[in-house]
């Protein structure tokens, strides 16, 4: 899942646990828990990319 939000959305992002995870890939959480049921580990690549001097999580890539 990629979409790209303007400076302002991606810094207000930063007040939830999670950065963008949170705010987006919620939706993708139930499918996946129903399809594959509960994980045995959880690896998180949530990270904050700067861009734009926003300070919140807002990238999941793997880098």
Not at 18 to 26: A, R, V
Not at 40 to 49: D, E, Y
Not at 52 to 61: A, M, N, P, Q, R
Request: hydrophobic share 40%.
């Amino acid at each position: 899942m990629n979409c790209f939000h303007k400076q302002p959305k991606r810094q207000w992002i930063a007040n939830f646990p999670g950065g963008m995870m949170f705010y987006l890939d919620c939706h993708l959480i139930n499918i996946i828990l129903q399809v594959k049921g509960v994980p045995l580990k959880i690896h998180p690549f949530n990270r904050c990319t700067g861009f734009e001097d926003v300070t919140g999580e807002d990238s999941g890539w793997r880098f």
